[in-house]
């Protein structure tokens, strides 16, 4: 990580503004990225937005203040798989890329699993994310699958990369 990276830190209820701020940049400039629609996040009401800053962990990282990048943990909830968690909302601005502030991010994110007991952390990446795809296998993600069609945007179907981590 870079010395000039980023400060990251865990949201809490007191971050909602800034979380919506940042999450909707990442759903209005990289659509492809999520399979979330903007429009959908737009909609939903504060109470909504509360929920999901604190329900499971939102990490967002900053830069002189301002709200550069986000990384969500969401934990599994079932007692045979309450050791997994998924890794969601990964969006670093385009200006930040490379600086550091995805694997400080992900540094943040694999502390807090961690400490929870979170032994293995798992996402999907679009197969057409090269750059992202690279970089969870630089931290250590290894493929273990594809899901065919995992999107559909704009009536492409779009296959999802599987990665895994072990952590613990």
């Known amino acids: 990580m870079s010395a ?3 400060t990251v830190r865990l949201a809490g209820k007191d971050d909602v503004a800034t979380f919506k701020k940042i999450r909707l940049e990442a ?3 990289e659509p492809a990225a999520f399979a979330s629609r903007v429009e959908d ?7 909504e937005w509360l929920r999901r800053v604190t329900n499971g962990a939102v990490f967002i990282a900053f830069r002189e203040g301002e709200p550069v990048g986000l990384m ?15 890794i969601v909302m990964v969006y670093v601005r385009a200006g ?3 600086t550091g ?3 400080a991010l992900l540094g943040a994110l694999t502390r807090h699993a961690r400490d929870a007991g979170i032994l293995q952390l798992e996402l999907t990446v679009s ?3 090269a750059g992202a795809q690279r970089f969870y296998l630089r931290e250590g993600f290894v493929e273990i699958g594809r899901l065919p069609a995992g999107l559909i945007l704009e009536g492409s179907e779009i296959d999802e990369v599987m990665m895994a981590k072990r952590i613990g």
């Open 72 to 86: 969500g943990l969401l934990r599994q909830q079932s007692a045979k798989s309450h050791h997994r968690a998924t």
């Open 127 to 129: 197969v057409e994310n």
């Open 101 to 103: 502030t995805a694997k």
């Open 4 to 6: 000039d990276a980023a």
């Open 27 to 29: 759903l209005q400039l």
């Open 96 to 98: 930040e890329r490379g």
């Open 41 to 47: 996040w737009e909609a939903l009401p504060d109470e």
